[in-house]
């Protein structure tokens, strides 16, 4: 497997709190991606970080990748039970094979 | 935004039959894939196609397993025979570049 780290973690929170899930990789790659799927729903694309960039911000949520120590995390600010989700990283091996890490289920009680 | 459409969304069948499961994707785009994904656990890669070609599949990707799209209909995930362990929601997805647009998923039941 390329991925380490991350192995299918639980995080339950409250709404309007903050919370950062990390993910590390084993080899080398030029961008990160990070998703989100929804109960019943695929996963949908929600930010994408190249490693020229060391964050990337789309409104509440914030990447940041740190290709020296192969990890990327993925920071949601004052979340909302519509956060409620499986959030994966994942990352290009080969040609157009995009391989997902294991997932964090993320519960956001209202 | 783009949809990606799979159908059905839930294929109950008895080990041993074929089965066939449909996408279709978003209309311009080139690249095609199938995920398996067990019990909303990790979102495992089986195969991607370009150009009418298998690029890619992993080992989940068995003989018993074949993809098409013939004359950019339905991109088609197609098991024979099934076995049990084929029980589990297949994702496809479509995509031109590096983000993938996914559909829903069918939910495959072999019994």
């Known amino acids: 497997s390329q991925w380490g780290e991350e192995n299918l973690q639980a995080l339950s929170i409250q709404e309007g709190e903050d919370v950062t899930m990390n993910c590390s990789y084993k080899?080398?790659?030029?961008?990160v991606q990070w998703y989100r799927q929804k109960s019943g729903k695929g996963p949908a694309l929600i930010i994408l970080?190249?490693?020229?960039?060391r964050e990337k911000r789309s409104g509440r949520l914030r990447a940041t990748l740190d290709t020296s120590s192969q990890s990327s995390s993925l920071s949601i600010t004052g979340t909302l039970a519509t956060d409620t989700a499986v959030y994966f990283c994942?990352?290009?091996?080969?040609?157009?094979?995009?391989?997902f890490g294991s997932g964090t289920q993320l519960t956001v009680m209202p | 935004g783009p949809k990606v459409l799979q159908i059905p969304s839930h294929q109950i069948i008895d080990m041993g039959q074929m089965v066939t499961l449909n996408c279709d994707p978003v209309?311009?785009?080139?690249?095609f894939y199938w995920y398996k994904q067990i019990l909303g656990q990790q979102m495992e890669f089986l195969v991607n196609f370009y150009n009418g070609k298998v690029m890619e599949k992993s080992k989940l990707f068995k003989d018993q397993f074949s993809v098409e799209r013939p004359d950019g209909s339905y991109f088609t995930l197609k098991i024979q025979p099934t076995a049990l362990e084929d029980s589990a929601v297949y994702f496809c997805?479509?995509?031109?570049?590096?983000?993938?647009?996914f559909g829903h998923g069918t939910k495959l039941s072999v019994l």
């Open positions: 997805a479509s995509s031109l570049g590096e983000r993938l647009f």
């Open positions: 994942a990352t290009f091996s080969g040609s157009w094979q995009l391989i």
């Open positions: 970080i190249r490693s020229n960039e």
């Open positions: 209309s311009n785009h080139l690249y």
């Open positions: 080899t080398y790659t030029t961008v």
